[in-house]
């Protein structure tokens, strides 16, 4: 059965970490681009970050630039985001996504991914 499921998230202050994974299984998440996106109430869904299959070239949206970092641990079929410097507009549903792309960047373009996680809720407040 091909999964995604998220963990990591949860309540934190602002100025705080978190670290999200998304784990795979079913198929091998190194031959595949990982998006991860997040959606606030009553908002749009927004890329946050992506990990392209070749040379895992990244590409984040400006708001996190320098503070979430994107890696991927093929051996564990596990994709990560590293949130530090979190901001309460920060605060939404993260969720991971795949697809299966041979070659070229990832994208934000949601209805282009294949798999989609459960979604975990980060919610950054003091």
């Known amino acids: 059965q091909v999964q995604l499921v998220e963990s990591g998230g949860g309540l934190v202050q602002p100025g705080n970490s978190l670290r999200l994974s998304c784990a795979a299984s079913?198929?091998?998440?190194?031959?595949?681009?990982i998006g991860w996106f997040r959606q606030a109430p009553g908002r749009e869904r927004e890329g946050v970050s992506c990990?392209?299959?070749?040379?895992?070239?990244?590409i984040y949206r400006d708001s996190v630039k320098g503070r979430f970092t994107i890696s991927r641990d093929n051996a564990k079929n596990t994709v990560y985001l590293q949130m530090n410097s979190l901001k309460p507009e920060d605060t939404a549903v993260y969720s991971c996504?795949?697809?299966?792309?041979?070659?070229?960047?990832?994208?934000?373009?949601?209805?282009?991914?294949?798999?989609w996680g459960q979604g975990t809720q980060v919610t950054v407040s003091s």
């Open positions: 996504a795949a697809v299966f792309i041979a070659t070229g960047l990832c994208t934000f373009n949601a209805s282009g991914y294949t798999y």
């Open positions: 079913g198929f091998a998440l190194d031959y595949f681009a």
């Open positions: 990990i392209s299959r070749s040379y895992g070239k990244t």
